[in-house]
């Protein structure tokens, strides 16, 4: 099993970043799929999750609005769209996939970085 992280990097406030998440080993389609954030020192984030089928997203309140949450089932991957980055949300992002509620599968990530 694994979960891929790629498409951090450094953005300027106000950037945009696309991360993506891609997942082989396990049945992508069956499972709902979440990303999250942390920053050093801090507990991790939930950022935004989606169902399984792709319908049903929910996001945490600081990024409504500006982040996007989407999944191709065909192509077993999960993807984040940021907008209007915040320089406090430069963190390690990272995908989980959850079942019945609880995290089974999740990945390394990939450092954004938000700086002038």
């Known amino acids: 099993v694994q979960l891929v992280e790629s498409g951090g990097g450094l953005v300027h406030p106000g950037g945009s970043l696309r991360l993506s998440c891609a997942a082989s080993g396990f049945i992508f389609s069956t499972y709902v799929m979440s990303w999250h954030r942390q920053s050093p020192g801090k507990e991790s984030d939930l950022v935004a999750s989606i169902s399984s089928a792709g319908g049903i997203t929910n996001y945490a309140d600081s990024v409504k609005g500006r982040f996007t949450i989407s999944r191709d089932n065909a192509r077993h991957t999960v993807y984040l769209q940021m907008n209007s980055l915040k320089p406090e949300e430069a963190a390690v992002y990272f995908c989980?996939?959850?079942?019945?509620?609880?995290?089974?599968?999740w990945g390394q990530g990939t450092q954004v970085t938000v700086a002038s």
């Open positions: 989980k996939a959850l079942r019945g509620g609880i995290d089974v599968y």
